[in-house]
């Protein structure tokens, strides 16, 4: 059973005979009993009069995926069994994190009806997000006490990565489409592979003309190539500790899952196969021979549950892991956050070799509210803060140049610029003929 507001009311109204007593020489003591013995025994007769919660049958309808920030149509349905019409205050007992919108809501359910709830969700953070059952309170008529009862009735969600960065999407594509699709090229080189055929045009490059096929056709035949496919993009992501740090509204993990997103759609397209590894001391989340649409959805489901964790990674591991993705030359991207010497040394001591055949990108999510404290110095607390954040920017340069002499390539963007820079610098990369 449970009391309601009105209970401490109507306790609280037992001053008025209280007064009365006093002033007709009543004993005050005997009042206030006989009062409290009234307001039990109304308690009672309200719990006797509720309708039992537990002669309700409750259903569930929750979709199975969402995308943070995205609102969520949640419904609970309830059923009265009883045969008395039920005025029941239900609570679904999702997290916090799932973002409810009122917490308890009013229904009455004539006998033998049924009756739906509308309970919306916001969620605000990515992973599975369970409520485990929906309790149910029954009031009496009076409306000062009641029945409640629990009902199990689980009720689970995924909620997958924003993927905000899909904004930059179309404009990549359309310079893909530049590169490799609606024209080919002429001219062969490092990178290319051939094409199709075509006929001879008046200005197109003469050593670019097919004789064998000319000589089949009858008439002059025009070799064109195309930047290569069936590449391979591995994309590993840090979720060790430098990973939770938050810059922005989100943490650096959540930054680079935006940033393989945007670059596992764009490699999608582009024909390559594009192989994910979320690693700390262990492998959190894998996708690998994924190709076309299902890609992008697989990605996303791997990639919810996956938080960063308070452990050093370990690289080593992490490197060894990548070549038991693939051993075909490749595009390794590194989305981690490398930005002092002491915590990079494990880094960049693993760090694999370079080659003509193989290139290493690394991306690193950086803080815009750094290079601003660099510009602050009215007083002594913020020379000491603007001193503190030019030896942080230093450091990672550092890092960066060391990244460099290893053979690999490193970018440094916030947030929202790092995405597109990593796409960019890919499209570069086919362009070049090295990827």
Same mark, same amino acid.
């Given at each position: 059973?449970?009391?309601?507001?009105?209970?401490?009311?109507?306790?609280?109204?037992?001053?008025?005979?209280?007064?009365?007593?006093?002033?007709?020489?009543?004993?005050?003591? &005997?009042?206030?009993?006989?009062?409290?013995?009234?307001?039990?025994?109304?308690?009672?007769?309200?719990?006797?009069?509720?309708?039992?919660? /537990?002669?309700?049958?409750?259903?569930?309808?929750?979709?199975? /995926?969402?995308?943070?920030?995205?609102?969520?149509?949640?419904?609970? @349905?309830?059923?009265?069994? *009883?045969?008395?019409?039920?005025?029941?205050?239900?609570?679904? @007992?999702?997290?916090?994190?799932?973002?409810?919108?009122?917490?308890?809501?009013?229904?009455?359910?004539?006998? *033998?009806?049924?009756?739906?709830?509308?309970?919306?969700?916001?969620?605000?953070? =990515?992973?599975?997000?369970?409520?485990?059952?929906?309790?149910?309170?029954?009031?009496?008529?009076?409306? %000062?006490?009641?029945?409640?009862?629990?009902?199990?009735?689980?009720?689970?969600?995924?909620?997958?990565?924003?993927?905000?960065?899909?904004?930059?999407?179309?404009?990549?594509?359309?310079?893909?489409?530049? %590169?490799?699709?609606?024209?080919?090229?002429?001219?062969?080189?490092?990178?290319?592979?051939?094409? #199709?055929?075509?006929?001879?045009? /008046?200005?197109?490059?003469?050593?670019?003309?097919?004789?064998?096929?000319? +000589?089949?056709?009858?008439?002059?035949?025009?070799?064109?190539?195309?930047?290569?496919?069936?590449?391979?993009?591995?994309?590993?992501?840090?979720?060790?500790?430098?990973? $939770? &740090?938050?810059?922005?509204?989100?943490?650096?993990?959540?930054?680079?899952?935006?940033?393989?997103?945007?670059?596992? @759609?764009?490699?999608?397209? $582009?024909?390559?196969?594009?192989?994910?590894?979320?690693?700390? =001391?262990?492998?959190?989340?894998?996708?690998?021979?994924?190709?076309?649409? @299902?890609?992008?959805?697989?990605?996303?489901?791997?990639?919810?549950?996956?938080?960063?964790?308070?452990?050093?990674?370990?690289?080593?591991?992490?490197?060894?892991?990548?070549?038991?993705?693939?051993?075909?030359?490749?595009?390794?991207?590194?989305?981690?956050?490398?930005?002092?010497?002491? #915590?990079? =040394?494990?880094?960049?001591?693993?760090?694999?070799?370079? #080659?003509? #055949?193989?290139?290493?990108?690394?991306?690193?999510?950086?803080?815009?509210?750094?290079?601003? %404290?660099?510009?602050?110095?009215?007083? /002594?607390?913020?020379?000491?803060?603007?001193?503190?954040?030019?030896?942080?920017?230093?450091?990672?340069?550092?890092?960066?140049?060391?990244?460099?002499?290893?053979?690999?390539?490193?970018?440094? +963007?916030?947030?929202?610029?790092?995405?597109?820079?990593? $796409?960019?610098?890919?499209?570069?990369?086919?362009?070049?003929?090295?990827?």
């Amino acid at each position: 059973m449970f009391v309601t507001g009105r209970l401490a009311l109507a306790v609280a109204v037992g001053i008025v005979p209280l007064v009365l007593a006093g002033l007709a020489d009543f004993p005050p003591y &005997a009042a206030l009993g006989i009062w409290v013995l009234l307001c039990v025994l109304l308690i009672v007769v309200d719990v006797l009069l509720a309708p039992s919660p /537990r002669s309700v049958a409750v259903t569930r309808r929750v979709p199975t /995926r969402t995308r943070i920030g995205e609102q969520v149509p949640v419904s609970v @349905a309830l059923q009265n069994q *009883g045969p008395r019409t039920l005025h029941a205050l239900i609570r679904d @007992a999702w997290q916090p994190t799932a973002g409810a919108g009122e917490a308890r809501q009013r229904l009455s359910v004539p006998p *033998g009806e049924r009756r739906r709830v509308s309970i919306p969700l916001l969620p605000r953070r =990515r992973g599975e997000l369970a409520s485990e059952f929906v309790m149910i309170r029954s009031l009496g008529p009076l409306g %000062l006490a009641g029945r409640q009862a629990r009902h199990l009735v689980r009720g689970t969600i995924r909620v997958l990565p924003a993927f905000s960065s899909r904004k930059h999407l179309p404009s990549r594509l359309a310079r893909l489409r530049e %590169l490799d699709g609606n024209t080919s090229i002429q001219v062969r080189g490092q990178g290319t592979e051939f094409d #199709s055929l075509r006929e001879y045009v /008046r200005g197109d490059d003469v050593r670019s003309i097919d004789w064998r096929a000319t +000589a089949r056709a009858g008439t002059t035949m025009l070799r064109t190539w195309r930047p290569e496919r069936d590449r391979h993009v591995v994309i590993i992501i840090d979720t060790g500790r430098t990973a $939770a &740090a938050r810059v922005g509204d989100g943490t650096r993990v959540d930054a680079a899952l935006e940033a393989s997103l945007l670059l596992a @759609a764009l490699a999608a397209r $582009a024909g390559d196969h594009v192989h994910l590894l979320m690693y700390d =001391r262990v492998v959190r989340a894998r996708v690998t021979g994924v190709e076309g649409t @299902a890609l992008l959805p697989a990605l996303t489901d791997a990639m919810a549950p996956v938080h960063a964790r308070l452990v050093d990674t370990d690289w080593p591991g992490a490197f060894a892991a990548v070549r038991t993705l693939t051993t075909r030359p490749s595009l390794i991207v590194v989305l981690t956050a490398q930005d002092a010497a002491e #915590s990079a =040394r494990g880094f960049l001591g693993a760090f694999p070799d370079a #080659s003509r #055949s193989t290139s290493i990108l690394v991306g690193s999510v950086t803080d815009d509210g750094i290079a601003d %404290l660099t510009t602050r110095r009215g007083s /002594r607390e913020e020379i000491y803060l603007a001193a503190a954040a030019e030896r942080t920017m230093r450091d990672a340069e550092n890092v960066a140049d060391a990244v460099r002499r290893a053979g690999g390539e490193a970018i440094a +963007a916030d947030p929202e610029s790092l995405p597109p820079r990593v $796409a960019d610098r890919y499209l570069e990369l086919k362009a070049a003929g090295r990827l």
